[in-house]
């Protein structure tokens, strides 16, 4: 299935928990050219720098807490109507800390992307850095997939690698691979909004470049 864009700016929400260092490299990528809109910030959290991000950036925020989440799928209708009223095409997480539910895949099929700090299928769940430093693997790297119901598990878009050095702290091996999400996530929606990915029959994503 293709994902085909129009000329115009790819408006994307994006999702996050934190500090928001991915939402920033976006907002910075999108304002030097980058063929992409951020039209909605969503944060799990009232705490996350990422909100005064986005305020900084002009863009709306839809806040939640954890009383929010009591109901996952509640929390994800409310999600999923607020990005489509900001015009949203595609769901974008970044740095979010609540698993989605199908009310919001469904809400945006093949339309919600992830960002996961290991090469998958290696290495799921929250703390990728750190199980990949403590397996003691050479090479280990970034992610960028469509999110589905199989955590972690979704298509992959892309993939760059990350060496494990020698001298490397588990400190400095997590600083290279958030300078790589902080490049590959722009360059993926740069590809999105382009129309050049697609997913087959096997649900397998090309890239046409």
Do not use: C
Request: aromatic letters at 4%.
């Amino acid at each position: 299935m293709a994902q085909t864009q129009s000329a115009a700016k790819l408006k994307v929400g994006v999702l996050v928990s934190g500090s928001g260092t991915n939402l920033q490299a976006i907002l910075d990528e999108a304002a030097a050219g980058l063929p992409v809109e951020v039209v909605l910030v969503v944060s799990s959290r009232p705490d996350a720098y990422g909100i005064e991000r986005a305020n900084r950036a002009g863009v709306p925020t839809l806040v939640m807490n954890r009383a929010a989440y009591a109901d996952p799928a509640a929390a994800d209708a409310r999600i999923a109507s607020a990005l489509a009223d900001a015009g949203a095409e595609y769901v974008v997480m970044a740095g979010y800390m609540r698993r989605v539910t199908s009310v919001l895949l469904d809400a945006f099929p093949d339309r919600v992307i992830n960002l996961h700090p290991a090469l998958l299928p290696s290495f799921k769940g929250a703390h990728a850095i750190q199980d990949a430093w403590d397996a003691g693997v050479k090479v280990t790297g970034v992610t960028v997939h469509f999110a589905n119901e199989d955590y972690d598990r979704g298509p992959i878009i892309a993939q760059e690698p990350v060496a494990v050095r020698e001298d490397d702290t588990p400190e400095t091996l997590e600083a290279r691979i958030h300078d790589v999400e902080h490049r590959l996530y722009p360059h993926v929606l740069g590809l999105i909004a382009r129309g050049a990915v697609s997913i087959d029959e096997h649900r397998k994503v090309h890239i046409h470049e």
